[in-house]
C-alpha cells in the first residue's frame, strides 16, 4: 500500500473556480501593471502576507525581505510603482498548480517577477492570501 491511497481525494475543481482562481490573478498582475488601484483591491485578502526573498549583498546571504501587506499593495499599485506600457515588461503567463477544494497554489511568471500566490476561498469568492516572490533579474533588493 502506498501512501496516496490514506489521502483523502477531493473532488476536482469545478470550471467556474478554476475561471475564478485565474482571474484573480489576472487582476493581481495586469493590476499592477495598469496602476489599477480597484482591480488589485478586488484581488487581496485583507490580511495578505506578501515577502521577498533576495540576495544581501553585505553579507551574502539570500534573506527573506519585510513582509508587505495587502494597504502597501494597493497603495503602490495606485502610485503606479509596477505600471508599464512596454508590451515586453507586460507578458506573463498563469499556471494553476494546484486546488484542494478551498485553497489554490498558482505560479505567475511575468517579466519582472517569479510570484507564488497562495488562493484561498472565502464564502463565494477567491482573494490571495499569501504571496512569495522574487525578482527574475539581478540579485539584489527591488
Not at 10 to 38: H, K, Q
Not at 55 to 74: I, N
Not at 115 to 127: E, P, Q, T, V
Request: hydrophobic share 35%; charged share 30%.
Amino acid at each position: 500500500m502506498t501512501h496516496d491511497t490514506l489521502l483523502p481525494k477531493s473532488d476536482p475543481p469545478s470550471l467556474g473556480d478554476l475561471e475564478a482562481i485565474t482571474a484573480v490573478a489576472r487582476d493581481y498582475v495586469e493590476g499592477w501593471f495598469d496602476g489599477d488601484e480597484a482591480r488589485m483591491r478586488s484581488c487581496l485578502h485583507p490580511e495578505l502576507v506578501k515577502r521577498t526573498i533576495y540576495h544581501d549583498p553585505g553579507s551574502g546571504d539570500w534573506r527573506l525581505g519585510r513582509p508587505s501587506d495587502a494597504a502597501m499593495m494597493v497603495g503602490w499599485t495606485r502610485e503606479g510603482a509596477g505600471r508599464t506600457n512596454i508590451p515586453e515588461e507586460r507578458e506573463f503567463e498563469i499556471v494553476i498548480e494546484d486546488v484542494f477544494r478551498h485553497i489554490a497554489s498558482v505560479r505567475v511568471l511575468s517579466s519582472p517577477y517569479m510570484d507564488y500566490l497562495h488562493i484561498a476561498k472565502i464564502g463565494d469568492r477567491w482573494f490571495i492570501a499569501n504571496v512569495l516572490w522574487e525578482v527574475r533579474q539581478g540579485e539584489t533588493e527591488p
